[in-house]
T-cell receptor
Framework: AQSVAQPEDQVNVAEGNPLTVKCTYS??????LFWYVQYPNRGLQFLLK??????LVKGSYGFEAEFNKSQTSFHLKKPSALVSDSALYFC????????????FGKGTKLSVKP | DGGITQSPKYLFRKEGQNVTLSCEQN?????MYWYRQDPGQGLRLIYY???????QKGDIAEGYSVSREKKESFPLTVTSAQKNPTAFYLC???????????????FGAGTRLSVL
């Protein structure tokens, strides 16, 4: 069965510092991995995805994520956090090539302080 | 949230009442989805549809119903059988149901449902 875990409910970072939001996954085949961001009372916005190829994926708003097959992880990163990055971040996984649905993690609240 | 419109933004349900949440998309997507979001629980799939006149139950379909009479529209009815309907409901769509590289889900802005 597919699953995804976001081990941290909340991540606190000072503005200008690097940030990491963690995600680990479990699928039986090759994973398709996604990160979404949600601002208060809004829908989810797509940030980036990993399908195949380069393990470092670049996405919107300066975010990037690193796929690590041996550790089954797909951590979201940004070199320098902004206060406006404060939001709820969701990792999601689907088994590649299948018609299975997206499985979402429980979300990690990112708080960036000035 | 462009391309997917959910209405209303806020909705209140009286006990024993059925309410319907609207979801319309102009992205020409075949697949549409309804999720329920509760604090600390992430998104849970209620129903999904891969084509007009076809839909499938997700993980938490009990107490909900849907229809897909038009490609653009996928309304969700929260019935009186749903005993704990207070939540944030999100509609999404994608090109198709399959797990292809292009198949990103796009979300509406959501409807917050509360019980009076």
């Amino acid at each position: 069965a597919q699953s995804v875990a976001q081990p941290e409910d909340q991540v606190n970072v000072a503005e200008g510092n690097p940030l990491t939001v963690k995600c680990t996954y479990s699928v039986s085949g090759n994973p398709y991995l996604f990160w979404y961001v949600q601002y208060p009372n809004r829908g989810l916005q797509f940030l980036l995805k990993y399908i195949t190829g380069d393990n470092l994926v670049k996405g919107s708003y300066g975010f990037e994520a690193e796929f690590n097959k041996s550790q089954t992880s797909f951590h979201l990163k940004k070199p320098s956090a902004l206060v406006s990055d404060s939001a709820l971040y969701f990792c999601a996984v689907r088994e590649g090539g299948s018609q299975g649905n997206l499985i979402f993690g429980k979300g990690t609240k990112l708080s960036v302080k000035p | 949230d462009g391309g997917i419109t959910q209405s209303p933004k806020y909705l209140f349900r009286k006990e024993g009442q059925n309410v319907t949440l609207s979801c319309e998309q102009n992205l020409n997507h075949d697949a549409m989805y309804w999720y329920r979001q509760d604090p600390g629980q992430g998104l849970r799939l209620i129903y999904y549809s891969q084509i007009v006149n076809d839909f499938q139950k997700g993980d938490i379909a009990e107490g909900y119903s849907v229809s897909r009479e038009k490609k653009e529209s996928f309304p969700l009815t929260v019935t009186s059988a749903q005993k704990n309907p207070t939540a944030f409901y999100l509609c999404a769509s994608s090109i198709s149901l399959g797990g292809t590289a292009k198949n990103i889900q796009y979300f509406g802005a959501g409807t917050r449902l509360s019980v009076l």
